[in-house]
């Protein structure tokens, strides 16, 4: 394929420079958009798809296979963290808030209420995580089930702007681009659906929110989980779930009761770890957290500065040990090499040769001065902490000297004329030789003779 200068964009361009710049000078710290939206595509994961689900208590959900025999399906399939909380007890609003923020607001969001109905509210104007976004150059989307038109930031039928945190900033509602970001979702997420059918119409951040019923606002568990079980597959099986390395986010906005601030959380898609639950403690910050450590953006205040990333939920790196020869002996030098796929990098590596030998690059060679069996281990820690280890037994072979070859002399000059298959074609040749010198004489005599009788 060819490609001419007027088709590659200044932004490819401080791309590969970026690239080339992260390569030669790996300590080097850039924070340039081109730099982030390069670190978004090869750190983690580049696209996320986060749905808000409402007022659950984490007993509520899992565990309850009754009620909800999907969801727990799918946490059990993938991963879901066990001591997940809410960062406010004054309703839905600040917690959404917080999610998008890093802040609840609480002054003025305990309203609950639409925009422009909060007593004190005014557009949010400090950065939030669409400012962190748009200053990367990543893209983004939020989908709202019953909206009746982008950015609405007032109540509609089973459409309440409270669960629409978007339409409380000041980067959507004073920008015509932010506020044509908000849009309905359709019927079953449809519009999400539609844009992850391909690369070039899905974002990098795209966020759901369900209407009153699917979400369980208004409705029981079991109907927000017939929701999820129709949506989340459609969401898994799209074509940038199918092709590229993209993650689901499904949360609650709070609890409720007695023990009002632990939620459910859980993590889904092919970049996730199956089967994996996680005792670490996040809350509504560690979303923020984990785009910051994931992404590299930097914090927005100090509640998701002094979060915990849930970056432990991501597949850790694969590795292969590789080694040549594969049947070394004592004294000869070995060549090591690693094999990482998967993970965020750059990777630390810890190589243990099993004599006390130890190296740190990515490929090393050693030697053993005795022979016997050692045990060599590779370990590798990613960007974002998450290891990955490899061990094999060397066995190592003491030097067996190779006995000298036999001296063979070499043969006389021509003496190969005195082998069998030399002496029998010069015999064969001489036989022809003879033998059509007769025939000629014998034609010659016979000639002459016929001109003989002429004559007479």
């Known amino acids: 394929m060819k490609i001419s200068s007027s088709e590659i964009s200044k932004e490819t361009i401080a791309l590969l420079c970026t690239m080339l710049a992260i390569s030669f000078f790996p300590g080097l710290h850039l924070t340039s958009s081109a730099t982030l939206s390069s670190i978004a595509q090869e750190r983690g994961f580049p696209y996320l798809v986060v749905i808000v689900m409402e007022n659950r208590n984490y007993g509520d959900v899992i565990g309850n296979t009754a ?24 309703f839905s609003l ?53 909206m009746p038109a982008d950015c609405y930031p007032y109540d509609s039928g089973l459409y309440v702007a409270r669960h629409d945190p978007f339409v409380y900033l000041a ?14 979702a359709g019927k079953q997420a449809s519009a999400l659906i539609s844009d992850l059918s391909s690369v070039t119409t899905a974002s990098n951040f795209m966020w759901l929110t369900p209407n009153l019923c699917e979400d ?9 989980d017939a929701y999820l079980s129709t949506v989340v ?46 005792p670490e403690k996040h809350d509504h910050y560690s979303l923020l957290k984990t785009l ?12 998701d500065a002094a979060a915990s990333a849930m970056t432990e939920f991501l597949q850790p790196p694969t590795i292969s040990l590789l080694y040549a020869p594969n049947h070394p002996w004592t004294g000869q030098t070995i060549s ?19 004599d ?37 037994t060397l066995e190592i072979s003491p030097i067996i000297p190779n006995p000298s070859p036999r001296a063979v002399p070499l043969p006389a000059p021509g003496s190969w004329l005195l082998g069998t298959e030399p002496l029998g074609l010069i015999a064969m040749s001489a036989a022809v030789t003879i033998l059509c010198g007769l025939l000629l004489a014998r034609v010659l005599e016979d000639a002459a003779r016929k001109e003989a009788r002429k004559t007479d």
Not at 292 to 303: D, I, K, Q
Not at 341 to 351: E, N
Not at 361 to 388: C, E, I, R
């Open 292 to 303: 910051e450590s994931v992404w590299g953006f930097p914090s927005l205040t100090a509640n």
């Open 233 to 278: 597959p459609a969401i898994l099986g799209s074509n940038v779930f199918k092709t590229q390395n993209a993650t689901l986010f499904i949360t609650w906005d709070e609890g409720w009761g007695t023990n009002s601030t632990h939620i459910p959380a859980i993590w889904a898609g092919p970049m996730i770890r199956n089967n994996y639950t996680s």
């Open 336 to 354: 090591f090499s690693a094999s990482l796929h998967g993970g965020a990098s750059p990777f630390s590596l810890s190589w243990s040769f099993g």
């Open 171 to 184: 980067s959507v509602l004073n920008s015509t681009s932010g506020c044509g970001k908000v849009v309905p």
């Open 356 to 392: 006390g030998g130890h190296s740190t690059l990515k490929q090393t060679s050693h030697a053993y001065s005795d022979p016997g069996p050692y045990t060599v281990s590779l370990s590798v820690v990613d960007a974002l902490n998450n290891t990955a280890s490899s061990t094999t």
């Open 94 to 146: 600040p917690n959404y808030m917080g999610l998008v923020a890093g802040n609840t607001y609480s002054s003025w969001s305990r309203c609950n209420a639409p925009p422009y109905t909060c007593p004190g509210w005014t557009a949010v104007s400090n950065p939030t995580l669409i400012d962190r976004l748009d200053q990367a150059d990543l893209s983004w989307k939020a989908y709202m089930e019953d």
């Open 67 to 90: 009620s909800a025999p999907y969801i727990n399906r799918l946490a059990r399939n993938y991963s879901v963290a066990t001591d997940y909380f809410d960062v406010s007890s004054n």
């Open 216 to 224: 369980m606002h208004n409705c029981s568990t079991s109907t927000g």
